[in-house]
């Protein structure tokens, strides 16, 4: 495992030559990649969201492409489409864009509900049907989305269904004096991310994906993962709590953490430090909350702070 473990801490070290003091949003994409997850990435313009996503994949050495949503973008420009070739007298498929390893969805509330659509087969089963054909997408495969949190205007809000597929939302924020000094040092002659090379192959990223799925989780922590889930279905400042596809991404993104610490078996807190990153997107409060200034994260720290955490006996799991 500590090998393992090594190359998934070099991704994070290679990305952090671009992203400069933001290590804890890159380990939770990580996190994501190797959970088979996609992530939301919504934050001001100009902070380095695809600088992110553009590391992530030369990083792992995986092919990537760049989708800029925009009203008028088709769904076949995505999925890709059918022709006729007159030669052979049969239709050919040709792919779209969202045939590549990472995919940056580049401000995705900007284009229309039936465009957004075309992602919701792609992210749940990673593939796409055209014309009746279904085709597999590689592997592995990962959507990194961003959306802007201030502009409104000319914006299509992401329909529950499809935040619901994202596995993480994740904020970079605005780097500290210090940081923000570093990246103008860095940035003096070239970008650091034309020099950046790889550090890890998409292959050990698949078996990194096959490897967490061995990490124990205790039944005790399975009924916390539930308990917490459960509370923001009851919530009376919630209109939509977060479904059993919720409860499956904070029970995975806890293995990927322990794995991340070197650790064959989860705990309390790998649980606790994992639900605002997987749950916050995924329920809606209602609109006197909104008034009040309650946030989803407020909500689930408050869940988080009274709901019981169970005794696991580690001894056992070590």
């Not at 999925?79 to 864009?97: C, L, M, V």
């Not at 409104?152 to 923000?180: H, N, V, W």
């Not at 919630?238 to 499956?248: E, F, M, W």
Request: glycine letters at 4%.
């Amino acid at each position: 495992m500590k090998n393992t473990v090594q190359t998934l801490k070099n991704i994070v070290d290679n990305v952090e030559k671009v992203i400069i003091g933001k290590r804890n949003s890159i380990e939770l994409t990580v996190i994501s990649l190797i959970c088979n997850g996609h992530v939301l990435i919504e934050d001001v313009p100009g902070v380095g969201k695809t600088s992110l996503v553009s590391s992530i994949a030369k990083s792992i050495n995986a092919s990537f492409k760049r989708i800029q949503f925009t009203p008028d973008i088709l769904p076949s420009d995505i999925t890709g489409f059918s022709i006729f070739n007159q030669k052979s007298g049969d239709f050919e498929y040709r792919p779209g864009a969202i045939m590549s390893h990472i995919i940056l969805a580049d401000e995705i509330n900007r284009t229309s509900p039936k465009t957004q659509s075309s992602l919701l087969e792609v992210m749940e089963e990673n593939q796409v049907t055209v014309d009746g054909s279904t085709y597999k997408l590689p592997k592995p495969f990962m959507v990194l989305a961003t959306q802007n949190p201030i502009e409104y205007l000319g914006t299509y809000p992401l329909p529950e269904a499809q935040l619901d597929r994202f596995f993480m939302k994740i904020s970079l924020g605005y780097p500290s004096t210090a940081e923000e000094s570093s990246i103008l040092s860095r940035f003096q002659v070239a970008n650091p991310i034309e020099s950046l090379q790889p550090v890890a192959s998409g292959n050990e990223i698949t078996s990194i994906q096959e490897e967490i799925k061995n990490i124990h989780v205790d039944r005790s922590l399975n009924n916390y993962i539930v308990d917490i889930v459960n509370q923001t279905r009851r919530h009376p400042d919630v209109t939509l709590g977060a479904s059993p596809r919720g409860s499956l991404s904070l029970f995975k993104a806890s293995q990927a953490l322990a794995f991340y610490n070197e650790r064959s078996y989860v705990l309390p807190d790998d649980v606790k430090k994992m639900v605002i990153p997987v749950l916050s997107h995924r329920i809606i409060l209602k609109q006197e909350a909104k008034l009040k200034k309650i946030s989803a994260v407020d909500i689930l720290t408050s869940i988080i702070n009274k709901t019981n955490v169970p005794v696991v006996d580690y001894a056992e799991n070590k």
